[in-house]
């Protein structure tokens, strides 16, 4: 695995409102038929780890040090990562538009979290007992673990009718509305939302502008 600079390093749009709705979005653009694959790469699924906080500083590096030595088996997560990101990515688009989400990507879902959910046990946190995944183990394949159980607690929760699609035609992200007047129109204000409100203002300001006089119409000199 070629390892980026970190300055060549996407920035992720972490605006999806769940970890599993900010991995389907790992694709930049698909409203517009040219799709921009973020995960091009196993250190861009790491980076997106570390960005979204799945996978500490530390455990990034380690990660990255484990597919470089692996490359066959981080090849094939990356594979199996971008699989299930784009079942969940129907599934939440289609209940967006009201329609029901295909068996075989609830299917793929199930089997995700089954894996995730052997990896999680009971861990003291001071005072408190958490969920925490297995230390040391299985670093790549947290993202992946991590999203399959966001993504089934989104499905089994209340709140399906905020799940939304971007307002831009061109862009294609999902998210969830968790806004308090659930009014929420765009995939990120500084992304899409920005980008419509200069049209907009544009649009009013050509509509405001005086069209130019015209003086009187010159005879042509052509025969």
């Known amino acids: 695995m070629r390892e980026k600079n ?3 390093r996407w ?3 972490l605006s999806g409102g769940r970890l599993c709705v900010d ?4 694709v930049s653009w698909r409203g517009s038929g040219r799709g921009i694959e973020r ?3 196993c250190g861009d699924l790491v980076e997106w780890a570390r960005q979204a906080g799945v996978l500490t500083a530390a455990e990034a590096r380690r990660a990255e040090r484990e597919a470089r030595s692996r490359p066959a088996a981080a090849a094939r997560m990356l594979t199996r990562t971008r699989a299930f990101r784009e079942a969940i990515y ?3 688009r289609g209940i967006a538009l009201g329609v029901a989400p295909r068996t ?3 299917a793929r ?13 009971l861990a003291r946190k001071g005072p408190r007992v958490a969920l925490v995944w297995s230390g040391g183990v299985g670093l790549l394949a947290r993202p992946l673990w991590a999203a399959a159980r966001s993504a089934a607690d989104v499905l089994v929760s209340d709140n399906l009718r905020r799940l939304k699609t971007c307002g831009a035609a061109n862009c294609g992200w999902v998210f969830l509305d968790t806004s308090r007047s ?5 995939c990120a204000m500084e992304v899409c939302g920005s980008r419509a409100k200069a049209r907009s203002y544009y649009a009013r300001l050509s509509r405001r502008r005086p069209a130019s006089p015209r003086g009187p119409r010159r005879r042509s000199n052509s025969r």
């Open 39 to 41: 995960l091009s790469e």
């Open 23 to 26: 991995l389907a979005n790992t």
């Open 11 to 13: 920035s992720f749009h």
């Open 182 to 186: 659930g009014t929420r129109r765009w």
């Open 6 to 8: 970190p300055v060549e």
């Open 104 to 106: 075989a990507d609830l």
């Open 109 to 121: 879902l199930d089997r995700e979290l089954h894996d995730a959910l052997r990896h999680l046990r």
């Open 90 to 92: 129907r599934i939440f």
